[in-house]
């Protein structure tokens, strides 16, 4: 019982040491400036287009179990980045950092990205979206990850986009 006393008493005075540095640190905290600032404000935006969300859902049905189906997915996600070279590593993560494939077909045992699938809009055709597509290309051939690019704003049926994005037709 003397030993559970002590006990209690010693953490009841380290606790009464601490407490000032503790109350401290909280206020420090609150007296700095917000995480994000006055002048800037936000709201959540559609992570698809209507058009995307339409193929999102049929995508869905044509690969039912066999893979997760992700939209928006950053590249540097799909893909491991090793080097020796820091520098090098550092500035191929900055020539990715930003860019995103439409859609990630990803195997649900192992987790890791089986296919992309970017749809071809006619509208965004221009140099920097050919130099972007060859980028992506070039990083999911060197990670084994196959490209799919069918037409966007085109009506799929789920058996039709099975078959182009190449799983089996699911049963009718």
Known sequence: ?????????????????????LVSRVKEREAQEPLVPDEVSLRAQPLLTKSEASFYNVLRLAVQDRYLVFAQVPVWCLVEVKSDDRKARAAFL????????????????????????????????????????????????????KIVRPKARMAYTVTALATLVGVEPPPE
Do not use: Y
Not at 2 to 13: E, V
Not at 123 to 143: K, N
């Open 94 to 145: 900055n020539t990715i950092a930003l860019k995103r494939v439409d859609f990630a077909l990803v195997h649900p045992g192992t987790l890791a990205a089986a296919k992309v699938i970017e749809l071809l809009d006619l509208s965004q055709a221009s140099g920097p979206r050919e130099a972007r597509d060859q980028l992506i290309d070039a990083v999911c051939t060197a990670a084994g990850i």
């Open 1 to 21: 019982m003397d030993t559970l006393l002590m006990a209690a008493i010693g953490l009841l005075l380290i606790l009464l040491i601490a407490w000032p540095r």
